[in-house]
């Protein structure tokens, strides 16, 4: 299975402490460079970095494709992480790709891939047995208290959706 990730949906797990739910749901996550520098490169954010940097699941790759990646960025008006995980999905026929912005999701849904966000990964996190409602509740607030761009409409559906 190939499942490629967005910076977004890895900052938000990691900020909610559940980096590891990735490597439990899919095994492998790949990355591309760019979304890896956007991850490690700011010096006030070193324990994050660590995390990625020490997460032997995580699989930086190099995106070959780099006029693709550049239509994609002025075109579609998507960062440079964005793209290259796009392309690379695109590319290698990935089996999902895990992106939360707005634009990146359009852009992926019209290409045909896969998406899925963060709050969709806890979902199905829960779903397969690997979180409990008590852990998906203390997960969202975490979520909500973060400053996560993630609507309180979405982590109020996907709490109906476990609590069923």
């Not at 979902?123 to 409602?133: D, I």
């Amino acid at each position: 299975m190939i499942v490629v990730s967005d910076s977004t949906p890895l900052i938000t797990l990691m900020k909610a402490a559940q980096l590891n739910i990735l490597h439990d749901l899919f095994g492998e996550i790949v990355i591309p460079e760019a979304v890896h520098r956007e991850l490690t490169v700011n010096p006030a954010y070193a324990d994050e970095a660590e995390q990625i940097n020490s997460s032997e699941f995580i699989r930086v790759i190099s995106v070959e494709d780099r006029k693709t990646v550049f239509v994609l960025q002025r075109t579609a008006g998507l960062d440079l992480g964005e793209s290259e995980a796009i392309v690379y999905a695109d590319e290698n026929n990935a089996d999902l790709l895990l992106v939360d912005e707005t634009s990146g999701r359009r852009v992926a849904k019209f290409m045909g891939l896969e998406i899925m966000g963060s709050i969709g990964v806890l979902v199905l996190a829960f779903k397969k047995g690997y979180l409990n409602l008590e852990n998906a509740e203390v997960i969202f607030q975490k979520i909500r208290n973060s400053n996560r761009h993630i609507s309180e409409k979405l982590i109020k559906d996907a709490l109906d959706i476990i609590r069923r």
